[in-house]
């Protein structure tokens, strides 16, 4: 059995969960989330959490389980407490700003590049503009965003600049050696 799929999800107090068939609408203090399942997937609420079951031990059904529960706890703590990507502008004169609900980046193009966010994602800008937050109740679409705005400059491997997440690991060259002494 799926070490993950045969885990409950623990649906707090505050948090309302409807089920209707492989719908299943999740709504809480942050908002609403609602997605469609698989067919083969019976989800149900017992005693306060979401199980889910697996019709029989199929390769295909076995992945599926294991992705069911994690997409289901993903929409428990997407209305309860968020999710958030950070990234981190590295480079001489590579800033961010705030432009109502939108972000204006300048990472070394002729022109700025406006990243305009979709419903139920914010972005923000700390002071210094190196820094840009991301936030939103749907992960999937939180990691989609960043990525997107990461892909606008992503980072190179000689100097470092560009656009990363917070926390990741730029892989660096060491360039070209350069010619020693005289002609030859």
Not at 18 to 25: A, F, H, I, P, S
Not at 102 to 116: D, F, R
Not at 142 to 159: L, N, W
């Amino acid at each position: 059995m799926s070490r993950i799929g045969r885990l409950p999800v623990a649906v707090p107090a505050n948090v309302k969960v409807q089920l209707d068939g492989n719908r299943v609408q999740v709504k809480g203090p942050r908002g609403e989330l609602a997605r469609e399942f698989h067919p083969n997937m019976k989800i149900a609420l017992e005693e306060g959490r979401l199980v889910v079951q697996r019709p029989d031990d199929q390769r295909a059904n076995k992945a599926l389980h294991g992705l069911t529960r994690a997409l289901l706890a993903n929409m428990v703590t997407g209305v309860t407490e968020g999710f958030r990507r950070t990234l981190v502008i590295e480079g001489v004169g590579f800033r961010a700003e705030q432009r109502g609900k939108a972000i204006v980046l300048q990472v070394g193009y002729s022109h700025p590049v406006e990243a305009t966010p979709p419903e139920g994602i914010t972005l923000s800008v700390d002071s210094t503009g190196r820094n840009v937050v991301v936030e939103g109740n749907d992960k999937e679409l939180v990691g989609k965003v960043a990525a997107k705005i990461r892909a606008v400059r992503e980072p190179e491997p000689y100097k470092g600049k560009g656009i990363t997440y917070q926390g990741e690991v730029v892989r660096r060259k060491a360039g070209k050696a350069g010619r020693v002494g005289g002609t030859k």
